[in-house]
């Protein structure tokens, strides 16, 4: 028996490791939430390096690059199709994280599956429905393939079909991260409805904000870790939370600029269905930001995943007066 090592035939794929296994303790989404930072200085890569490292990430990737404008012209069609009219700025989030993707969601929703005139009951609340399910269910596809071909390419320098294999698991992270998103936003719209101008800051728009800031790294995790859904929240709650990262000053600004693009109109884009090139040329190169923040979260997390504790930090005693 010969024991030279089997060479892999040339032009075959590149297959990525298998994802760590774990058997972390069960526990509940407010584990996460209500326990301790993690102590010490954080091990997180500055915010430059790292989206550095994820612009190079993202425009490596041709086909990635690539089915962003097709991507765009297929739900385009679909939705002008189905009776959709605009704006066309709606489209600058086709690749978005939500709760960005959620806020878009629900306004797409809401002008394109409209209630048959003289429904009633069920089937006034039934074609909206099934639009925002739908919408959000494309959203936590593209991401889960998004990050997938992002981990892949940061963990070996090539990005194969296994991507789009393990899309389909990370899919419920994903999907579960946009219903969540979908009920912060609600939780915001109720408190900006409370408090007048300054509800929109602290409800609609730290709404936003708090779903980037918590479940950013939730894909990656469910990407790079087997792990259950539920571990894959608490982590990304967890490696959010380190002191020191900036997680929450990124959060911050996407969503700032996020919101500007998705309000302001691009150019050219108030032209009922057939928006010029330049509104094409301008919601396309937004996703593509959307697609490098997204394959930023992915390293920054890759970058401190060994010194993240599976388990909460112990909240310390009050030392007893003597």
Same mark, same amino acid.
């Given at each position: 028996?010969?024991?030279?090592?089997?060479?892999?035939?040339?032009?075959?794929?590149?297959?990525?490791?298998?994802?760590?296994? +774990?058997?972390? &303790?069960?526990?509940?989404?407010?584990?996460?939430?209500?326990?301790?930072?993690?102590?010490?200085?954080?091990?997180? &890569?500055?915010?430059?390096?790292?989206?550095?490292? !994820? $612009?190079?990430?993202?425009?490596?990737?041709?086909?990635?690059?690539?089915?962003?404008?097709?991507?765009?012209?297929?739900?385009?069609?679909?939705?002008?199709?189905?009776?959709?009219?605009?704006?066309? +700025?709606?489209? !600058?989030? =086709?690749?978005? $994280?939500?709760?960005?993707?959620?806020?878009?969601?629900?306004?797409?929703?809401?002008?394109?599956?409209?209630?048959?005139?003289?429904?009633?009951?069920? !089937?006034?609340?039934?074609?909206?429905?099934?639009? $925002?399910?739908?919408?959000?269910?494309?959203?936590?596809?593209?991401?889960?393939?998004?990050?997938?071909?992002?981990?892949?390419?940061?963990? +070996?320098?090539?990005?194969?079909?296994?991507?789009?294999?393990?899309? !389909?698991?990370?899919i419920r992270t994903t999907a579960t991260v946009g219903l969540i998103s979908l009920g912060l936003l609600i939780a915001g719209n109720v408190i900006a409805a409370f408090l007048g101008g300054i509800g929109v800051i602290f409800g609609l728009i730290g709404s936003m904000v708090v779903g980037v800031y918590l479940f950013g790294f939730a894909p990656t995790i469910a990407t790079d870790e087997e792990r259950r859904v539920t571990d894959n929240l608490v982590r990304s709650v967890r490696a959010a939370r380190m002191?020191?990262?900036?997680?929450?000053?990124?959060?911050?600004?996407?969503?700032?600029?996020?919101?500007?693009?998705?309000?302001?109109?691009? &150019?050219?884009? =108030?032209?009922?269905? +057939?928006?010029?090139?330049?509104?094409?040329?301008?919601?396309?190169? $937004?996703?593509?930001?959307?697609? /490098?923040?997204?394959?930023?979260?992915?390293?920054?997390?890759?970058?401190?995943? &060994?010194? /993240?504790?599976?388990?909460?930090?112990?909240?310390?005693?009050?030392?007893?007066?003597?």
């Amino acid at each position: 028996m010969s024991n030279k090592k089997k060479k892999r035939p040339s032009g075959t794929a590149s297959t990525y490791r298998a994802p760590a296994t +774990t058997s972390p &303790p069960r526990r509940g989404l407010l584990d996460g939430l209500l326990a301790p930072r993690t102590p010490g200085a954080s091990p997180m &890569p500055k915010f430059r390096s790292t989206l550095a490292r !994820g $612009i190079v990430t993202a425009l490596s990737q041709p086909w990635l690059v690539a089915a962003i404008p097709v991507t765009m012209l297929v739900v385009w069609v679909l939705l002008t199709t189905l009776g959709f009219q605009g704006p066309f +700025t709606a489209m !600058g989030v =086709t690749f978005a $994280i939500p709760p960005i993707t959620s806020f878009a969601d629900a306004q797409v929703a809401g002008k394109t599956f409209r209630a048959a005139i003289g429904a009633s009951g069920v !089937g006034v609340a039934l074609p909206g429905l099934i639009g $925002i399910t739908s919408l959000l269910l494309f959203h936590a596809a593209v991401d889960a393939l998004v990050t997938t071909m992002s981990v892949e390419k940061l963990r +070996t320098g090539a990005v194969s079909a296994w991507a789009v294999r393990r899309a !389909g698991r990370v899919i419920r992270t994903t999907a579960t991260v946009g219903l969540i998103s979908l009920g912060l936003l609600i939780a915001g719209n109720v408190i900006a409805a409370f408090l007048g101008g300054i509800g929109v800051i602290f409800g609609l728009i730290g709404s936003m904000v708090v779903g980037v800031y918590l479940f950013g790294f939730a894909p990656t995790i469910a990407t790079d870790e087997e792990r259950r859904v539920t571990d894959n929240l608490v982590r990304s709650v967890r490696a959010a939370r380190m002191p020191g990262s900036a997680n929450l000053w990124l959060a911050v600004g996407y969503v700032m600029v996020s919101l500007i693009v998705l309000i302001a109109p691009l &150019p050219g884009s =108030t032209i009922g269905v +057939t928006p010029p090139m330049s509104a094409w040329a301008a919601a396309i190169a $937004i996703n593509v930001v959307h697609v /490098i923040v997204q394959a930023t979260l992915a390293y920054r997390y890759l970058a401190v995943a &060994p010194e /993240i504790p599976e388990q909460p930090v112990a909240r310390q005693a009050p030392a007893r007066r003597r």
